[in-house]
């Protein structure tokens, strides 16, 4: 395994956080980025097990103490820690919600077209458009930018894509 002491660990899950189905989508993220880098998924279960519970902050340990699990030996598989983590943050996605977000998401005044494109595709994440998924995007930048010539010159190329749309705006 590689030196545990090159690589800083996840950075503590915020849980005090009013979005911490995001908080907790993100350290997901950066663990699973820590496991491959440090060799770590090559480990045991349990042993993953306890250097995720090393890093995810007190706050976190605290709420992993009251999980319920069908036994002790799910408690040190880091897979359903994982998932009863996943279930007491995230739960069942609400798809239309989600999709409400997204279609109602338009770029702020001051809000630079990277940034506005950032959270389009943050937010289309969770709306199960499967492969739908650029088109929509596609539709999202042209609906949703600031800029009225812009949006202009998009409704007018024939067979844009999502590429198109970008390179343009």
Not at 128 to 150: F, H, M, P, W
Request: proline letters at 2%; glycine letters at 2%; hydrophobic letters at 40%.
């Amino acid at each position: 395994m590689a030196s545990q002491n090159n690589i800083p660990l996840p950075t503590a899950l915020k849980i005090k956080s009013s979005e911490i189905a995001t908080s907790w989508k993100r350290f997901k993220s950066q663990w699973s980025n820590y496991e491959l880098a440090t060799d770590l998924a090559a480990e045991s279960k349990e042993k993953r097990t306890a250097v995720l519970l090393t890093c995810i902050g007190n706050e976190a340990y605290d709420v992993f103490q009251t999980l319920v699990f069908a036994d002790d030996a799910h408690r040190k598989d880091i897979d359903h820690v994982i998932r009863a983590f996943d279930d007491h943050w995230i739960g069942e996605t609400n798809v239309t919600y989600e999709r409400y977000l997204l279609n109602k998401r338009v770029q702020e005044p001051s809000e630079s077209f990277d940034s506005f494109l950032s959270e389009l595709r943050r937010l289309v994440k969770s709306c199960e458009y499967g492969q739908l998924e650029d088109s929509i995007l596609k539709d999202r930048i042209v609906i949703g930018i600031t800029e009225d010539a812009t949006r202009r010159k998009l409704l007018q190329l024939r067979r844009l894509d999502l590429k198109m749309a970008i390179d343009v705006c």
